[in-house]
DNA sequence: GTCTATAGCTTGATAGAC
DNA sequence: GTCTATCAAGCTATAGAC
């Protein structure tokens, strides 16, 4: 349609995407209290007033930027989701498989999906550890994802009590949230072995590592008992 | 000694360590520029000119907070390790009990160890995830720490490529870190059936997790292959 | 050791010209 | 749709009184 395509491409809608980006970039970087509207300005090359005008003020900006990739990635990850069933046995797909469409689509765009992408995650690597931020933005924008990545492990792990599969979880994520920060610190650690930017590296390790964890916890805990009573079972 | 007790006690020094409590609290909450000077000096009952006086600037008073409680547990911690490998068989000890060691003064002083401590993790919660903090201040205050369990686990599995071990550190850090934020997000996903607050619900299943995730990186790559050749092993 | 006073900027937001 | 000009408020840091 005509009317959709101009508007798309009017100079405001662009102005507002510049503006989406460079924000993304600097929250990423710094935070949202360490950048200023001025700087968010600067760096896309636009008036500081305009944030005012498209958003209505920093907040509302900082909300912006979570949402506008928050909805392209949810369908993807839905579709992920729905397909690594498909793909399934009569068994259903294993837990290795669940974690891996859960956090391939994620993996993927912050290395391959250009320099936004990267931001938006190292974004959401500092958002989520924040006591300020994480609980509502992480829950605002991401709970129906999480709730059918859950349903589709409780069918892969029937056994598991529901606590140890969301403490699973809990663990997944933040495992995943660090990987996104990308701060170098396991280069320095592992004196360059190991880089924080090889999320390749990332995603052939976490779904072993994380559906290890989960079978261990669904397994070991299932009638509860203490840590003694489990340990060192091999 | 007379004179070292008079100078811990003499009223400039509690004054040092009010504004100290003041800033890890606020520090924790809202991040290093979320916080202002005033704001501290207020929540201290405190001249916002002493922040100078004492540690130059805001900045630096950051890097105090972090530094206090940081050299304490470091001993502790290594303590707690050498402890650990003392009272191990002459295999030594397990993974379990060596990340148990790890983590354990961690989660014990955040639960139990007062508001300070609370908010001295939190803080940790943070930075570790900033790409702007992170790899400089935890490098700076952890890495000795950190080596030294890693060494320990390489003992306690010795056919496990290096970089396996590290990506499993990076995970396990991920992990620990989102723990001491307490967002409040497991609360929300989970319907209150767990709880951010429950510390010692970490401490009974991350060992057993991280655990298993080290093992299955240890062997399922010990001579590389992709993520095919090890999927689902049980 | 503590505080007052203030210098010198920067902040987020907005009214109104174009 | 964009920008200039400007506001009141808040910022860190410091010089110097007590």
Redesign the pocket.
């Known amino acids: 349609m005509d009317t959709l395509e101009a508007s798309l491409s009017?100079?405001?809608e662009?102005?507002r995407q510049t503006l989406l980006d460079a924000a993304e970039k600097l929250f990423a970087e710094k935070g949202f209290y360490g950048v200023?509207?001025?700087?968010i300005a600067r760096e896309a090359d636009?008036?500081?007033?305009?944030?005012?005008?498209y958003f209505g003020?920093?907040?509302e900006l900082f909300d912006a930027v979570l949402l506008r990739r928050a909805e392209r990635l949810n369908q993807i990850r839905l579709d992920r989701l729905e397909q690594c069933e498909r793909d399934a046995g009569p068994d259903g797909p294993s837990v290795e498989d669940i974690i891996e469409a859960f956090t391939e689509p994620l993996l993927d765009r912050s290395e391959n999906g250009g320099p936004g992408w990267k931001s938006y995650f190292a974004l959401i690597g500092q958002v989520t550890n924040s006591p300020e931020w994480g609980e509502a933005m992480m829950s605002k924008y991401f709970d129906p994802i999480v709730r059918r990545f859950m349903e589709s492990i409780r069918r892969a792990l029937p056994d598991a009590p529901e606590e140890e599969l969301f403490w699973s979880y809990h663990f997944l994520s933040g495992a995943l949230v660090l990987t996104f920060a990308e701060t170098g610190r396991i280069d320095a650690l592992s004196g360059g072995m190991c880089k924080s930017t090889d999320l390749s590296a990332v995603h052939k390790r976490l779904p072993l590592f994380v559906a290890a964890g989960f079978r261990r916890l669904a397994k070991d805990r299932s009638d509860s008992g203490s840590i003694e009573n489990s340990k060192a079972a091999e």
């Not at 636009?46 to 005008?53: E, G, H, I, M, N």
Request: proline fraction near 5%; glycine fraction near 10%; charge should be positive.
């Open positions: 009017r100079k405001g662009r102005t200023t509207v001025r700087a636009a008036d500081p007033a305009l944030v005012a005008y003020g920093k907040r």
